[in-house]
Structure formats: structure tokens, C-alpha cells
């Protein structure tokens, strides 16, 4: 182990970070394509029926594994037509512009202690930065496609994701107080203690409003809108196809698992076990590596995302933007001021 220390400590920076990045983005792009799978057979199931089944390798041809793949490569070899009168240039770079922060807000994110790419101490205010940017490449898809479909979809889908990036923002600024840091690894380490300490109970209506908000922020069942086929088609990307369309479908999926994990790291512990401080309990998860704890937390609420599109319908348009702006928002801010005076008063058992 000392040896391989040594070998790691020994490598250029550029190389390490290299490294890094391969290591976090590879597993991520798997579990992106997985994800899709998962969607499919759980919700199939969710309504009695079987999901996809025939695709598959290594003699497990009915369990379906094989689906992503073969949608991949279906996609790759499907032409990217170029409508005519579109702006070539922001047409192919609006889907880049979209999956790219949702890709580049891992590099703050941390996987367990001192497991993270860059440990900065504005962590928050990055994520924050980053993910406000995926809006442009909606925007631009809508108008660079030259369709008056595409833009109607494009303003709808932009209005809603800022609307509840406000309420997100927020939110989050609850974390904030909460914790008395934007590191990232602090925001975690400030809820040491069993499942009573963290969070999701002190900033209980906060907690709740990021995550539907990062559900109508991912344009997500019932909030999807920007999909509702019988009104504009198919939304922003209506025009696109081929590789271009998937890069938009991939990025819809790498930031549903971002928020979920997000959504464990700031209001769930993070790593921390839900029994840390439990005499009996705690000893017996001992063993349990962090990494496990966080993946655990983060499956859990990459569930909740499929299974509300299994469960509720569209909302309409104007009960979604109602909701963000008369509700959510006047909420966060009302709540911000209570941890502020419960962080001031030193309330007991949450914040000591």
C-alpha cells in the first residue's frame, strides 16, 4: 500500500486529475445508460407489464441487460439532421452546453472523507454556479432549431427551470446557514450523529422543496411540460435526432442522479451511517465503508424519480409555475429566517 501511496504522490498532478476525472465520469456514463433500463423495468412493473426483455448478453438475453447498449448503438448510427434555416453552430453546441454541467458539478462532490477531486471550500456556491448554466442550452436548442415548436418548448422548459432554481437556491441557502460553511465535505461532517441529526428534520420543508424542485428543475413526470407531446410536440429537442438528441436524454439523466445525490449529501448525512452515536447498531455497521452509505441514499431517491412518473399525471402549466413562485419561494425564505434564529439560539440536539 505504502508503494502504490508513493506511486500515486509520485505522478504529475495533470495526471492524477486525468485520472480522476476517468474514474468518476466512466462509472457515471454506466449508470446513466443502467438508469434508463431501470426506468423502464421498474415502472413496467409498477403497471403490470414486463419492460424490455429481449435484448440481452452472456445467456441472460430475458433479463434485457443488453437494452442500453443497444440503443447506443442505434443512436449512433442514426443521422443528425440540420433543419433548414437553423444555426448550425449553436444547434450542435446546445446539447454540450446542456450535459456539460451536469457532468462537471462532480468534481466538487464528495464520495466519502477526502475521496473528492477538488476539495474547495465554495463547493456549494459551484454546484449553485454550474447547474444554473444547463438552462442556456435549452434556450439555445429552441431557437437555434429555427422551429416555432422547438422555441414555444424552449421558453416554456426555461421559464419553469429558473422558477425552481430560485426555490432550489434557497433551499440550499438553508443548508448553508445550517451548517455555517459552503464546503462541501463540512455541509456532510456538520451532521455527525445518527439519522435524528441530520437535516432532513430540522430543514424538513426546505428539504422537501429541493427535491421537488430538482424534479421540475430535470423536467421530470409531473412536471414535464416541456414534453407535453399533445401541446408542442416534443419541446425544445424536438428537432434533434441522432447522437444529439441522446446527448440531451443523457444529460437529463446525469442530472436526475446528481440532484439525487446532492439531495443525500445536504440533507441525509452524505456517507454517515444512520446509526452513528446507536451503541449496538452503530458497532455493528462499523465495517460499512461511507461509500456505501451515500450510494445507498442516492439509489434510494433516483428511485423516487421513477416512481413519480409512475404515479401522478401532468400538472398543467400554470399550476406548475404557481406553485414555484406563490409557494415554494415565500417558503424558503420564511424558513431561512427560522434556522437563522434556531442557528443564533443554539438549539439544542440539531445544530450543537
Known amino acids: 500500500m505504502d508503494t502504490l501511496v508513493a506511486f500515486w504522490n509520485d505522478l504529475p498532478v495533470v495526471v492524477r486529475i486525468l485520472i480522476g476525472i476517468v474514474a468518476i465520469m466512466a462509472p457515471l456514463m454506466v449508470l446513466v445508460a443502467y438508469y434508463t433500463y431501470a426506468e423502464r423495468r421498474i415502472i413496467g412493473a409498477m ?6 426483455n429481449r435484448v440481452g448478453f452472456f445467456g441472460l438475453r430475458m433479463a434485457g441487460l443488453g437494452q442500453p447498449i443497444a440503443d447506443a448503438v442505434k443512436l449512433m448510427f442514426k443521422e443528425i439532421v440540420l433543419p433548414t434555416g437553423a444555426n448550425k453552430l449553436l444547434f450542435l453546441i446546445a446539447p454540450l452546453i446542456s450535459i456539460g454541467p451536469a457532468l462537471a458539478a462532480w468534481a466538487v462532490f464528495p464520495f466519502s472523507p477526502g475521496l473528492v477531486l477538488a476539495d474547495i471550500n465554495a463547493g456549494l456556491l459551484y454546484i449553485l454556479a454550474l447547474t444554473s448554466m444547463g438552462v442556456y442550452g435549452v434556450i439555445i436548442a429552441g431557437w437555434a432549431s429555427n422551429s416555432k415548436y422547438a422555441f414555444l418548448g424552449a421558453l416554456r422548459s426555461a421559464a419553469q427551470i429558473v ?24 455541509i456532510v461532517e456538520s451532521q455527525s450523529g445518527s439519522a435524528l ?5 430540522p430543514l424538513l420543508p426546505l428539504f422537501m422543496i429541493y427535491w421537488i424542485s430538482g424534479v421540475a428543475e430535470t423536467n421530470r413526470a409531473p412536471f414535464d411540460v416541456a414534453e407535453g407531446e399533445s401541446e408542442i410536440v416534443a419541446g425544445f429537442h424536438v428537432e434533434y435526432s441522432g447522437m444529439a ?3 440531451f436524454f443523457l444529460a437529463e439523466y446525469a442530472n ?3 440532484i439525487s445525490a446532492l439531495t ?4 441525509f448525512g452524505g456517507w454517515l451511517s444512520p446509526f452513528q452515536g446507536v451503541p449496538v447498531l452503530d458497532e455493528a455497521t462499523a465495517w460499512v465503508p461511507g461509500f456505501f452509505w451515500l450510494l445507498l441514499k442516492t439509489f434510494f431517491f433516483m428511485f423516487a424519480f421513477l416512481w413519480f412518473r409512475a404515479t401522478f399525471p401532468r400538472y398543467r402549466y400554470d399550476q406548475i409555475m404557481r406553485l414555484g413562485w406563490k409557494v415554494f419561494i415565500p417558503i424558503t425564505i420564511v424558513w431561512i429566517v427560522v434556522v437563522a434564529g434556531m442557528k443564533v439560539g443554539h438549539v439544542p440536539w440539531w445544530f450543537d
Not at 47 to 52: E, L
Not at 197 to 201: A, E, K, M, Q, V
Open 163 to 186: 422558477s425552481y432554481e430560485i426555490a432550489m437556491g434557497f433551499a440550499l441557502v438553508g443548508v448553508l446557514v445550517a451548517a455555517g460553511s459552503l464546503n462541501l465535505g463540512q
Open 256 to 258: 436526475m442522479i446528481l
Open 245 to 247: 438528441f441522446a446527448v
Open 47 to 52: 403497471q403490470v407489464r414486463i419492460g424490455p
Open 264 to 267: 443525500a449529501l445536504m440533507f
Open 197 to 201: 441529526h441530520w437535516f432532513w428534520l
